[in-house]
């Protein structure tokens, strides 16, 4: 059904302040439907590059080879392979098998931090993970987005920043463009939509601070 503005302020006029019609969020429903749709045929990544595509496919047959699979590759192998692939991989970083990384040449791994299995780095854009950073089984790294107000569906990416000493739970997602500051917990299966405060423990959907980290003194 198309609304034309004047007939909504005809039906709606006792409960809406008329201004309010014209601006973007109402103004649109008098266009023909059609013109409020996207066109996926219309979609392009715009100026966005992902690397060339012989690395891109070299890649894929490396990682079904080495990261997408339980056999037991050695870690220090798999940080050799990042790091001849563009990625920064500090000492001591521990890789469970099953991991699947995007682009490594997109990748930054600080020293002694864990990647658990079935971790997904879906870097698009940088993912930059500091220090004794632990990312549990399943957790998700996602920097992919679309402009959800743009016909075109246009696409947009958001880097990732996990700060030293940050515990990404098993099975929780971290979304576009968010930090975990330093030593934050994202409590398992929870969604970080917006930055974590340092030493804050988040939980939920989106996840919200349930309390602070105190870290025992040895
Ligand atoms: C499991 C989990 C959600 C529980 O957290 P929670 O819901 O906040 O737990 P509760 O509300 O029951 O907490 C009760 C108490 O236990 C403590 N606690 C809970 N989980 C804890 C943990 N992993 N380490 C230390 N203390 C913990 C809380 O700090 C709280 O202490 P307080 O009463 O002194 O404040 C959380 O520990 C988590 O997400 N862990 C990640 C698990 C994971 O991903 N494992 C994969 C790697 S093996």
Same mark, same amino acid.
């Given at each position: 059904?198309?609304?034309?503005?004047?007939?909504?302020?005809?039906?709606?006029?006792?409960?809406?302040?008329?201004?309010?019609?014209?601006?973007?969020?109402?103004?649109?429903?008098?266009?023909?439907?059609?013109?409020?749709?996207?066109?996926?045929?219309?979609?392009?990544?715009?100026?966005?590059?992902?690397?060339?595509?012989?690395?891109?496919?070299?890649?894929?047959?490396?990682?079904?080879?080495?990261?997408?699979?339980?056999?037991?590759?050695?870690?220090?192998?798999?940080?050799?392979?990042?790091?001849?692939?563009?990625?920064?991989?500090?000492?001591? @970083?521990?890789?469970?098998?099953? *991991?699947? &990384?995007?682009?490594?040449?997109? $990748?930054?791994? +600080?020293? /002694?931090?864990?990647?658990?299995?079935?971790?997904?780095?879906?870097?698009?854009?940088? @993912?930059?993970?500091?220090?004794? *950073?632990? &990312?549990?089984?399943?957790?998700? $790294?996602?920097? +992919?987005? /679309?402009?959800?107000?743009?016909?075109?569906?246009?696409?947009?990416?958001?880097?990732?920043?996990?700060?030293?000493?940050?515990?990404?739970?098993?099975?929780?997602?971290?979304?576009?463009g968010v930090t975990l500051k330093k030593m934050?917990?994202?409590?398992?299966?929870?969604?970080?939509?917006?930055?974590?405060?340092?030493?804050?423990?988040?939980?939920?959907?989106?996840?919200?601070?349930?309390?602070?980290?105190?870290?025992?003194?040895?």
């Amino acid at each position: 059904m198309t609304l034309s503005c004047s007939s909504l302020i005809e039906s709606y006029s006792d409960t809406i302040d008329e201004k309010a019609l014209f601006t973007r969020e109402y103004v649109f429903m008098s266009y023909d439907p059609a013109e409020c749709e996207v066109d996926l045929s219309k979609y392009s990544a715009g100026d966005y590059n992902p690397g060339s595509l012989v690395k891109r496919v070299l890649w894929l047959w490396i990682s079904r080879c080495f990261f997408e699979t339980w056999f037991p590759w050695p870690s220090s192998l798999k940080s050799k392979i990042l790091g001849s692939l563009g990625a920064e991989i500090g000492e001591g @970083v521990v890789w469970k098998p099953c *991991v699947k &990384i995007k682009y490594p040449w997109f $990748l930054k791994v +600080g020293d /002694h931090s864990w990647i658990g299995e079935h971790a997904w780095i879906d870097n698009l854009a940088p @993912v930059e993970i500091l220090n004794n *950073v632990v &990312i549990s089984q399943g957790a998700y $790294l996602l920097t +992919g987005n /679309h402009d959800y107000k743009s016909r075109d569906f246009d696409l947009r990416i958001g880097p990732i920043l996990l700060e030293a000493g940050v515990w990404v739970g098993a099975k929780a997602i971290v979304c576009p463009g968010v930090t975990l500051k330093k030593m934050s917990v994202l409590a398992v299966g929870s969604i970080a939509t917006g930055d974590l405060e340092a030493y804050g423990i988040y939980s939920g959907n989106p996840a919200e601070k349930v309390r602070e980290r105190v870290v025992r003194l040895a």
